[in-house]
């Protein structure tokens, strides 16, 4: 009881401050500003967002209304981490992974961009700590197979985007070997329902809005939304995936 106490106080909060981080950081790329601050401000007078980045704590000028939902998603999946981690020394780790697949999947839907100010650093921290934790832990998955895993999803998908000529951008070649890293750690099967996933529900998606006709053929959907979605699905329930599948 004392242990879930003190996740839910630690857990809560590092997802707040998390989902603020993100809030201010997707709100750069999308007003075309990347130096901003980490705090978030208000696009209208400079000052700093209220604790749910709602409204700026002076004027109280509203703000773009999917910030409090950024800042939720945020904390809800931080915490679906705590049982999916295989220790709690890789949950930083995985921290870092769900927070850059959110900001990621914001700024490429604003965008159509996957930078790399935001996928450079967060390879790196995340693979920082996934090393950090495991060796607290040996136990908990192998840093082997991350490898392995980020290097072979980068390499199908650096092949299709040689196919697709266009249809494929680079920085979602590179976003494969983040997600790869992270899935792989878990085990092969969850680096199986990361790159497959992204595809089926690619296409799922794809074809819904063409049927809906909000989108015509020629449209472009950023690819990278339903990788980042799916590589956290497989981290968070890759091994009910594969036992549902399997039957
Ligand atoms: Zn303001």
């Keep these: 009881m004392l242990i879930l106490l003190f996740l839910f106080l630690l857990v809560v909060p590092t997802g707040v401050m ?28 400079g000052r700093e967002l ?47 992974f769900i927070g850059a697949s959110v900001l990621l999947t914001v700024t490429d839907l604003d965008t159509k961009l996957i930078p790399n100010r935001i996928l450079g650093p967060s390879i790196v921290v995340g693979s920082v700590l996934l090393a950090g934790g495991w060796l607290a832990a040996t136990e908990s998955g192998s840093l082997v197979r991350a490898l392995g895993g980020g290097f072979a999803y980068f390499a199908v998908m650096y092949i299709l985007a040689l196919l697709a000529r266009g249809g494929l951008g680079f920085g979602d070649v590179k976003l494969a070997f983040l997600i790869g890293i992270f899935a ?17 529900i690619g296409g799922v998606v794809s074809i819904g809005l063409l049927l809906a006709r909000t989108r015509g053929r020629k449209d472009e959907i950023p690819f990278g939304p339903f990788m980042t979605v799916a590589g956290v699905v497989a981290v968070l329930w890759g091994v009910q995936v594969i036992s549902w599948y399997s039957g």
């Design 50 to 96: 209220s604790l749910t980045t709602a409204h700026c704590r002076l004027h109280r000028h509203p703000q773009p209304r999917r910030n409090p939902v950024i800042i939720l998603v945020t904390v809800l999946l931080f915490l679906a981490m705590v049982p999916a981690a295989p220790s709690l020394w890789v949950w930083p780790a995985y921290a870092v």
């Design 184 to 200: 792989g750690y878990l085990s092969w099967g969850a680096v199986v329902v990361a790159g497959l996933g992204g595809f089926i």
């Design 18 to 45: 998390a989902g603020r981080v993100i809030v201010s950081e997707s709100e750069a790329h999308r007003l075309g500003q990347p130096d901003r601050w980490l705090t978030p401000v208000c696009a209208t007078c």
